[in-house]
């Protein structure tokens, strides 16, 4: 079935190091995806997104890297910061409303 | 700046209580949906709404329903809560029909006890 898996429920990084967290899909019908952050006590926040068109793409210290032909999916994080302390989810989309989420895994960084 | 509104941050319910969960975006948005966290198991799609007046189920709507009377509210009922029911209940807006990003409100935090 559908599902959107991680390969590390937690994460911890040194401030200054990057960071990679992964997430493996399993349907390879899908075209969207989508990296969201979730600090303490709030909702998720969107930090970058991909299509299926597209293998690497970069925000602000943030890159997303795609390969479909694992179906796996990573977002690297540069010059990890305190306030990047928080849960990553990764969620996929095959088009329309239904967008299914990873369970999500938690970065620490240490300073 | 956008912003999604869950009106109650944390309930606490007995058992067969009626449970109202309201939420309110200020995006003019066309897409309302309501997920639900639990950990280990991710968000979780219980319903959404492409419209006023409309609404499919998503994932685990059971013990769930539903109301959008207007575009920018979106109600989340609980017509007879049971403790399997305690969670995190994210609402969550969008305004394209094809996949993109979900603007997500702080969570409403539900116990029933």
């Known amino acids: 079935g559908e599902s959107v898996g991680l390969h590390l429920p937690t994460l911890s990084v040194q401030e200054g190091d990057n960071s990679i967290i992964n997430c493996a899909y399993s349907n390879s019908a899908s075209d969207y995806f989508i990296w969201y952050k979730q600090e303490s006590g709030k909702g998720p926040q969107f930090i970058i997104d991909i299509r299926s068109n597209m293998d690497k793409r970069q925000g602000q210290r943030v890159t997303v890297l795609l390969n479909k032909t694992v179906k796996h999916l990573s977002l690297q994080i540069a010059a990890t910061q305190p306030g990047d302390s928080a849960v990553y989810f990764c969620?996929?989309?095959?088009?329309?409303?239904?967008?299914?989420f990873g369970a999500g895994t938690r970065l620490f960084v240490k300073a | 700046d956008v912003k999604v509104t869950q009106s109650s941050r944390y309930l606490v319910k007995r058992t067969g209580e009626k449970v109202f969960l309201e939420c309110v975006q200020d995006?003019?948005?066309?897409?309302m949906f309501w997920y639900r966290q639990d950990p280990g198991l991710g968000l979780r799609l219980i319903y959404f709404s492409y419209d006023v007046k409309m609404k499919e189920k998503g994932d685990i709507p059971e013990g769930y329903s539903v109301s959008r009377e207007k575009k920018e509210r979106f109600s989340l009922i609980l017509e007879s809560a049971s403790t399997n029911q305690t969670s995190m209940y994210l609402c969550?807006?969008?305004?394209?029909?094809?996949?993109?990003?979900?603007?997500f409100g702080e969570g409403s935090r539900l116990t029933v006890l």
């Open positions: 995006m003019d948005h066309e897409n």
């Open positions: 969550a807006s969008s305004l394209h029909v094809q996949p993109g990003e979900l603007f």
């Open positions: 969620a996929e989309n095959t088009g329309g409303f239904k967008t299914i």
